[in-house]
């Protein structure tokens, strides 16, 4: 009986600190007075209720590619001075922000807080490239009266997009959004020429060169851990071994996993290539310096991009001392042993020190948020 309440007791407990790492509400965003440009704007992060404004020392296209990253603007197209989107009226919060560039948000990046010399005029801003799209240029050999270009996908009769040339243009982008699996394929454009009046097509031209679109598709990993049998949940002896697993679907050529230790004191990472659906990552003897929190992370490198999922939930461990006279034998007779009153108090303290020392530092919570998991879908052009 007393077992079971303790059982619900540490229950309640894991939950309540769970949901201190739970991210149900950004904490980065773009501001713009454009309305409708979502994708560019001064990069304004949340403290507690309130926004700011991150300082533009220090920042550099890495840091301004997780904010795209982040907010599903695709890449980078610029990273102006945010004084160009207008003045902000928070505080200045943070300052040389350092992204190694895995990131998937922006406050898993080294930063200090601002020590008042930034002002509103060096706030950082970044021009995203806008969700995942890719942009065909086609071009005319030289300038026809009235023309329509028109992108085929290889294998399909009718044209995937067509756009008019402004007069005299020989240049059009013809643009593929909202990009899906079905996309990947080879694609190539033509163009046909009208009479004057515009309407019925008096010729086609041949087909341009075929370019392949190779579409990735990325879901967030699962992580998992395994060790000696006798050890609590969430717990690892010191000096026993534990694995740490990650694993996502589908897989893609020249892979690799991730996995990020986050400490109180900083960030550890390791990396094994991600030859089968789930690799492990070994740890043969645990120290203290093991302990924290396990994220996972996928990322394909391709020749000209690089593709990374989302982190995976943050796993907590903790290292726990080999304790001979605290057998788990002994544990249950001692359990069994005790009134029930004396068994209430003892499990309000034991939960008391259990919430205390799971709850970190706030600097843990910052770092470690669960983000939602997602799936991506990320182009990359052959
Ligand atoms: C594009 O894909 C087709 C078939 O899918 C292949 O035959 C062709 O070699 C590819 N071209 C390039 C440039 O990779
Ligand atoms: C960890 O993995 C290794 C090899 O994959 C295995 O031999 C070992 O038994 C595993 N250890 C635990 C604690 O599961």
Redesign the pocket.
Known sequence: MSRILLGLVMLGCTVAVEDVHACDDPITRLVNEKPGERCSGRVEVRHGHQWGTVCQRGWDPEDAAVVCRELDCGFVLDIPGGARFGRAGGEVLWRNVKCSGDEFALDLCERFLNDDVCTHSEDAGVECTGGEAVHFKCTAPYWQSIIDFHLYKRGVDTPLVTQRADPRQMTVDLTLSDLEISHQGSYSCLYSIHNKLGNSPSGYSPHSNFINITVLEIHTPQIWY???PEARPGWVTRG????VTCSTQPQYPGASFQLRLIKPNGTVRHSLPALTPSV?F?FSNAQSNNEGYYCCLYKVQTGERNFISRESQPLPISIREVDPVMSPVVISLLVSGLTFVLATCAILIVAKVYCNRVSKPTELERESRTCVDNTYIALTVK
């Open positions: 395994n060790t000696s026993h071994s534990f694995n492990t070994t």
